[in-house]
């Protein structure tokens, strides 16, 4: 797959792409639907399918003191669309500039202009141009002047409900990360290094890495069941118990994300670390002193020890 920052044309093919328009915060199941009609479409008129995505989300220029945090980074969001077939990632700067663009505007400079889309895969809630004016009917609208035509797509509905990366993010706030998981279609993850800590899990007799996450969303402070996967390749999927919070038993005051990896010895540190989420076992608490602390994780272990054996 092709990551291109759309600030001008993309090269003209003979058959112009199909393409698909939105955030794609977490390629959740819902946008990987988008994605498969789009590459459908694509393959069946043998052009290229093309995601177009914005660069900051647009709620960080139009409304920054409610900009949600994002679920993913924009690498990791090009790692999740590649494997579902597309063969370009457009991504396009937001600004103010294009914020004031009038649905037409958009339609011709962007979709028409710059990416010769032949077809526009978009959900039946679409909204783009300035305020948000432009709906599914003005986009079919525009296409027929502008020589694409439009392909709806019906939300993903999961218990009762259009499938968001808003769900998504509110699943999380409660540490709710097998939720999470059945809205994304895959483990909710977070990326970091491994960077020196003040080691009292080691003298503990629990050593952990500790992280220094890229990634702005993350669940709710608590211990969990997880998976831990190191960047080199090196390792399988390793199992692990993860602590998210600010470590009261010791009077932090700084959030922290620490990983005890299960019957693993090696030295992680400087180590890229991808951390996969399975289940919450308990909230964050602070507890007499250390030895009740380390009582406490040697059953969380054996939890998670049984947990993730099962899948």
């Not at 900051?56 to 139009?62: D, E, G, S, T």
């Not at 409304?63 to 990791?76: N, S, V, Y």
């Not at 077939?85 to 663009?101: C, I, P, R, T, Y």
Request: glycine residues 10%; hydrophobic residues 40%; aromatic residues 6%.
């Amino acid at each position: 797959m092709e990551l291109v920052h759309l600030s001008s044309a993309l090269p003209f093919d003979e058959v112009g792409p199909a393409v698909t328009v939105g955030n794609f915060d977490g390629v959740h199941r819902g946008h990987q639907g988008l994605v498969e009609a789009t590459v459908s479409e694509a393959r069946s008129m043998g052009g290229r399918a093309v995601v177009l995505t914005f660069d900051p989300h647009p709620a960080r220029v139009l409304a920054p003191e409610r900009a949600p945090a994002p679920l993913m980074t924009l690498g990791q969001k090009a790692e999740a669309l590649a494997p579902l077939g597309v063969d370009v990632l457009a991504v396009l700067a937001f600004n103010n500039e294009v914020a004031g663009q009038s649905p037409e505007e958009f339609a011709r400079t962007t979709l028409a202009e710059r990416l010769h889309a032949s077809v526009v895969v978009v959900g039946s809630n679409f909204r783009f141009g300035r305020g948000r004016e432009g709906d599914l009917p003005a986009l079919r609208r525009l296409g027929s002047a502008l020589g694409f035509r439009v392909q709806e797509v019906s939300p993903l509905v999961h218990e009762g409900e259009p499938i968001s990366s808003s769900r998504i993010r509110a699943a999380l706030t409660r540490g709710d990360v097998r939720e999470a998981r059945a809205l994304l279609g895959r483990r909710f993850f977070v990326d970091g290094s491994v960077v020196a800590g003040e080691g009292r899990g080691r003298g503990l007799g629990f050593p952990t890495a500790n992280l220094d996450v890229v990634n702005e969303a993350l669940p709710a402070s608590g211990v969990y069941a997880a998976w831990c996967r190191t960047s080199d390749g090196g390792h399988a999927p390793l199992p692990a118990v993860a602590n998210l919070g600010r470590r009261p038993t010791f009077q932090g005051v700084e959030p922290s994300v620490e990983v005890h990896v299960l019957d693993f010895a090696a030295d992680l540190y400087g180590q890229q670390l991808r951390l996969e989420f399975e289940e919450k076992l308990r909230d964050e608490r602070r507890f007499r002193g250390p030895a009740a602390l380390a009582e406490q994780i040697a059953r969380d272990v054996e939890q998670a020890r049984g947990m993730l054996a099962r899948h």
